[in-house]
């Protein structure tokens, strides 16, 4: 199944913004990558989205899950 985005903190992210809000800085390099490396460092079971709550760590969205026509809370772009 392909990610289409994520949800965190009662927002929604494109793969780039969510990068941004972890890191602080521009969102490139590999998304997957980034959140597993920052799940780590928090001790999330990032693969496990039962296990943590979308306001402590990202969780993902796949295309299947979106109703509607959505976009990145924070940049606007399309998921």
């Not at 990068?19 to 490139?28: E, H």
């Not at 306001?55 to 399309?78: A, M, R, S």
């Amino acid at each position: 199944m392909r990610i289409t985005g994520f949800t965190y903190k009662a927002a929604i992210y494109c793969h780039g913004c969510i990068i941004q809000q972890l890191t602080g800085a521009p969102g490139n390099g590999n998304v997957e990558d980034t959140l597993r490396f920052y799940a780590n460092q928090a001790g999330i079971d990032w693969e496990d989205g039962y296990s943590f709550e979308s306001d402590e760590f990202p969780k993902v969205i796949f295309g299947y899950q979106l109703d509607n026509y959505e976009t990145c809370d924070h940049c606007g772009d399309e998921l």
